[in-house]
């Protein structure tokens, strides 16, 4: 029986993928205590990695859809984490957006807005969190975003 989120999940249409597993020498998460530390995810889904600099050749929408991606694979991360059952999340901790800009571009938050919005679309209350969203000049593969969190679990 699906619990509480994975039934939103299927009302806003959204399937997790299987948790992406890292590009490099890491893990994708630690859990310490009662928190799940997710290392950055990036904007990819079936179709590949949304690709592309603010400022020069994305704009604000395809980003923050692309930040929404990562949204998708960090609730995925946190699946694994939680041995397949998300209804152990007590709630998202902290958000911390990568924007790949131009150094004159500055509305990162625009950006990570789009990771932000999904977590409370799909939790709620639970999905309330603390942020960061900062200016990166370039990211790994040339992606538009990429996000890390910090969830509390029981």
Do not use: W
């Not at 859990?31 to 400022?55: N, R, T, Y």
């Amino acid at each position: 029986m699906a619990g509480e989120i994975e039934t939103r999940l299927a009302e806003l249409g959204v399937t997790l993928p299987e948790a992406p597993a890292p590009a490099a020498n890491y893990v994708p998460y630690v859990i310490a205590g009662d928190l799940v530390h997710i290392s950055g995810q990036l904007p990819m889904d079936a179709s590949g990695m949304v690709k592309g600099k603010l400022g020069d050749d994305c704009s604000v929408e395809d980003a923050a859809a692309a930040a929404r991606l990562c949204g998708i694979n960090l609730l995925s991360q946190l699946k694994a984490a939680c041995d397949g059952d998300l209804e152990r999340l007590v709630r998202v901790v902290k958000l911390g957006g990568f924007v790949n800009s131009t150094p004159d571009f500055t509305e990162q938050p625009k950006v990570v807005n789009g990771c932000s919005d999904f977590m409370v679309e799909v939790l709620g209350e639970r999905g309330r969190h603390a942020r960061s969203a900062v200016a990166s000049p370039s990211l790994p593969f040339g992606v538009a975003v990429e996000i890390d969190g910090i969830f509390q679990i029981k």
